[in-house]
């Protein structure tokens, strides 16, 4: 469970800067909801899909599961530490934030990717499906929800910092389950 709530925190704090730069970029607040509810929907709906595909590389790799549930982990940290988005970026987002119909839907790919990662991980390390499932799917509201109002009034500095610390922990918590495996003491 603790390894569960682990994973699904730093989720949070990117579903929080990439609402909050979409705040930035001018999302309007009747938009807000409708945003929120692609995000929620996109951010259960990939786990599930990585979950899987974690459980089916979880059979196959056996013993090695949970090296490359600490590989992903560490991988996906990195990432969200070294990466740089450009406020182009944020902008394109805005756009297809005020959209509608299919264009959505890359909105929606785009905020969950990390989601799709950690479902991979989760499906590596066995955790319970829907647990996880209504875990990201309640903090994705929330948060998002939260990025949307505090973004409306902050700078990009909120937005760098969220993603950044997000990252931080995700390769936290990789280290943690690295040095577990070799010392023996689990989470």
């Known amino acids: 469970m603790l390894k569960l ?6 989720l949070g704090l990117d579903t929080f800067a990439v609402a909050a730069a979409l705040a930035i970029a001018g999302l309007k607040k009747d938009q807000r909801l409708r945003v929120s509810l692609v995000f929620t929907a996109f951010e259960a709906g990939m786990p599930v899909v990585g979950l899987v595909a974690g459980r089916l590389v979880s059979t196959a ?12 982990l560490i991988a996906l940290g990195l990432f969200m530490v070294l990466s740089r988005e450009s406020h ?7 756009l297809l934030a005020r959209s509608r119909g299919l264009s959505v839907l890359g909105l929606g790919v785009s905020v969950s990717l990390d989601e799709l990662a950690i479902g991979f991980t989760l499906g590596l390390l ?3 499906l829907l647990l996880a499932v209504v875990l990201i799917a309640v903090q994705a509201f929330v948060i ?6 505090i973004g409306s009034r902050a700078g990009e500095a909120v937005q760098e910092g969220a993603e950044r610390l997000a990252g931080a922990v995700l390769l936290l918590l990789g280290t943690a389950l690295a040095v577990g495996r070799l010392t023996g003491f689990q989470l």
């Open 5 to 10: 709530v682990a994973l699904v925190i730093p």
């Open 61 to 72: 790799i056996g013993a090695l599961a949970d090296l490359a549930a600490i590989g992903v």
């Open 88 to 94: 182009e970026t944020e902008q394109r987002l805005a």
């Open 126 to 128: 066995n955790a319970p």
């Open 144 to 149: 998002s929800q939260l990025g949307f109002s």
